[in-house]
């Protein structure tokens, strides 16, 4: 019926919405692993006026599909990939690029600023730190960090303690 082919007309043309950061809208994920860093952490006395080695990893969500471009769908993505990186004007295609995605460097040096400038009782503490300047940061619609802290365990015969922290940008909203 006429009315039957309007809805399924309707229902194939809508998108999706949802405010939830965890949509499908912002699936993709960048990645920072095994940044080494020193930082003054701890509880105890002797932790509080010396530097200990921490390894940093990083996942943040975000949506990666413009650094394709936005002829992604109408086009064999090798063949404009290939087409582009030959063009003279290759530069210009990988700025728009770049445009499209999160600054790897940046989510280096936010977690170095941090562990240079903070002094944590906590992993835990530091993780929630980094993770909310990352999510501010470099807009990520959700961000995991987890730190060891490989010091902590060498007499119980353990490669590290641990903490993973799993945040979005509503966990800093007030």
Not at 96 to 103: C, H, P, R, S, Y
């Amino acid at each position: 019926s006429g009315e039957l082919r309007a809805l399924q007309l309707m229902v194939r043309g809508a998108r999706w919405q949802s405010s939830d950061p965890f949509s499908t809208a912002k699936q993709d994920i960048v990645r920072m692993r095994d940044q080494r860093l020193q930082c003054v952490i701890g509880c105890n006395e002797d932790e509080r006026d010396r530097l200990q080695e921490l390894i940093i990893n990083v996942q943040l969500w975000t949506d990666l599909r413009a650094s394709m471009g936005k002829y992604i769908q109408q086009y064999d993505i090798l063949d404009v990939q290939k087409a582009r990186a030959d063009a003279p004007d290759w530069a210009t295609h990988a700025g728009g690029e770049l445009k499209g995605t999160v600054n790897y460097s940046a989510i280096g040096r936010i977690s170095r600023r941090i562990c240079e400038e903070g002094k944590f009782f906590t992993i835990e503490a530091l993780a929630q730190c980094i993770a909310r300047a990352i999510i501010l940061e470099c807009d990520a619609a959700k961000v995991r960090v987890s730190i060891d802290k490989p010091e902590a365990m060498v007499s119980k015969k353990a490669a590290a303690a641990g903490c993973e922290v799993t945040r979005s940008r509503e966990d800093f909203i007030f």
